[in-house]
DNA sequence: AGCATTACTTGCATTACGCAAGTAAAATAC
DNA sequence: GTATTTTACTTGCGTAATGCAAGTAATGCT
């Protein structure tokens, strides 16, 4: 996985790291579900396949997004955790749920409503920032 | 081109609609570079392949995200505009670029820094609401 | 010791994307 | 008014990304 830039624009070559159909669902199941194990990943409800999650996870630890560690007690489960870099990018997915109540919701009438997106709705930036900070809390220790 | 929702997820809904290599970059040519016509998106600087951008102008279309219509003088020239689904993406757009400054730029230094992107630093939702306001003018005429 | 779990890899089918060429209709040039 | 160019595409084909099913190796659990 060799990602090339197109160009020298900035919203373009962002695009070219995360506009695939996988990466940024991976750091929304890390920053707001809680993921961070190869199989809590596989168990989600997007079912990603293995192979594909196995690449983007590789991919998203080249560019820094994420790391890779085993706890002191388990030489098996490997935890992936969100790097500053990572974390960064909540705003783009905070933005991406408002457009989708705002404008999905017309062709997907099953689109989950919650308490979240009132949240989001209501005052943006302290719902990015307590995602992010929460997210620090529990996984940066 | 049917789009299949993959969960009832509004961030991965959203993902499923404009999560690929193309959709925001047409939308990025027509916010911020003017570009409105099949003509305007082949000569971008990314260099979008015919039939690629026909299949994605059509599911923008059918996601009315942009409107086609022809001037009156000419009956050759489609023209293409963002509807205000399509303008309600410069948010995601915009923290695409801020993330691309400040992340990006170690994978690639060639990245541009214009002052577009000081704008955007300094005066996020401003520079958000003027880019709307601005296409509004130039192209709801 | 034996079974289950975790984190993968491998093989193959399908869909998305990239490149080159071709086409039809309208606009422009002569 | 005929010829050339322009615009907006489509078609064909090769490569890359994704999806699905199965297999594997090492660790952890009983």
């Known amino acids: 996985m060799k990602t090339k830039f197109r160009c020298s624009c900035p919203i373009t070559s962002t695009v070219d790291i995360i506009g695939d159909k996988w990466t940024l669902i991976i750091v929304k199941q890390m920053l707001t579900e809680g993921r961070k194990t190869f199989k809590d990943f596989i168990e989600s409800e997007e079912a990603i396949a293995s192979n594909i999650l196995s690449s983007r996870l590789k991919m998203l630890e080249e560019f820094k997004i994420i790391t890779k560690e085993k706890l002191p007690d388990n030489k ?10 990572g974390v960064d990018l909540m705003p783009i997915i905070a933005e991406l749920s408002i457009w ?8 997907h009438s ?16 302290g719902f990015i920032q307590k995602t992010i900070e929460d997210y620090k809390l529990e996984n940066w220790k």
């Open 110 to 125: 099953e689109l989950y409503s919650g308490e979240a997106l009132d949240i989001v709705k209501n005052n943006k930036e």
């Open 76 to 85: 098996k489960t490997n935890i992936y955790t969100l790097t500053n870099k």
């Open 100 to 107: 989708s109540d705002k404008h999905v919701r017309e062709f």
